[in-house]
């Protein structure tokens, strides 16, 4: 999670977003679209992440894409491996996830929403680069929401670096160790993030098959300094160019240290993408026009052929 931030919220792509926005704006004023009477077709499979560094490596796997932005998420349809798929990205926290899913299930009808982007770690077992599906999502209040995944021991210890266990959605980020180990002790969690809690309460809401895949980006004994924690509690742009400013003045050497991030999180968001493919084959869905939500869950033994799929994908790529 804190790599996610750490690379999400860089000055220089911030300013990138804000100029490609405007452009688009710009063109959008000169040769308006035609408005459609006609509603979106639906897609079975939905994958929503938060920044586009998480859905990267996914999206580059698609063929036949067309990227749009649209109210409340920017969005990638396409298709992978002969399956059609919308890869969509909701900005960070709580507010902005549960506002994309509402908006995607009334878009596209899916019949599985997959809510994936990185997590930061909250056990020592679970290591930068390891994957968590989670069986259950809670929050630090307490409230907690099953997911209903039911995995074989056996095929889960035959996939390197995957777990299956509780993840925690927090509003901010986690930076320093003995937070992260707080944490873990007090609600029994392997991992955070910002999102899924969001997420998964609207697609039980709206009846909607829901399952969470995250990929640990930060160890729990990793942090950040204290002048990149400052860039990332600022508010505004110009507030986060000064910080940033003020960071590479007071300590050059951070500016290597983002782009170190950087490469890493590339990383992360490649091996994330290659378990999702494995996965996505997986999830059973009903031909095109049913109605989303109508089928019941798969079974423990549908789930567990998911991880023996991804096992072979994932066998090269042990966690650091």
Not at 14 to 37: F, G, I, M, W
């Amino acid at each position: 999670m804190l790599l996610r931030y750490l690379v999400g919220q860089f000055v220089r792509q911030a300013a990138q977003d804000k100029l490609r926005e405007a452009v688009s704006q710009a063109a959008e004023s000169v040769n308006p679209q035609e408005p459609s009477d006609l509603p979106p077709p639906g897609c079975p499979l939905a994958c929503l992440f938060a920044l586009n560094i998480e859905a990267g490596g996914l999206v580059d796997m698609t063929q036949d894409r067309t990227s749009i932005r649209g109210a409340s998420f920017v969005e990638h349809r396409g298709d992978l491996n002969g399956q059609a798929l919308v890869i969509a990205e909701s900005g960070v926290g709580a507010e902005a996830a549960a506002r994309a899913t509402e908006d995607l299930i009334d878009l596209h009808a899916p019949q599985w929403i997959v809510s994936a982007g990185f997590a930061g770690s909250l056990n020592v077992d679970l290591r930068r680069g390891a994957i968590l599906m989670a069986n259950e999502v809670v929050k630090p209040s307490g409230e907690s929401l099953d997911i209903r995944l039911r995995m074989d021991r056996a095929a889960i210890e035959a996939t390197p670096g995957l777990f299956v266990g509780r993840l925690l959605t927090v509003d901010r980020v986690i930076a320093q160790p003995d937070e992260k180990r707080r944490l873990g002790d007090e609600t029994g969690s392997l991992a955070c993030d910002m999102e899924t809690f969001a997420v998964a309460e609207v697609c039980q809401r709206r009846k909607v098959k829901f399952l969470s895949v995250r990929i640990v980006s930060d160890g729990i004994d990793e942090s950040i300094p204290p002048e990149i924690d400052k860039l990332l509690q600022q508010d505004s742009l110009v507030a986060k160019i000064g910080a940033a400013t003020g960071a590479v003045f007071n300590r050059p050497s951070s500016v290597k240290d983002m782009w170190a991030l950087k490469e890493q999180a590339l990383k992360a968001t490649d091996r994330l993408a290659k378990f999702l493919v494995g996965v996505f084959p997986q999830l059973p869905v009903e031909a095109t026009g049913a109605a989303a939500g109508d089928a019941e869950p798969p079974d423990g033994d549908e789930r567990e052929t998911a991880t023996e799929k991804t096992a072979d994908a994932n066998s090269e790529e042990r966690t650091e």
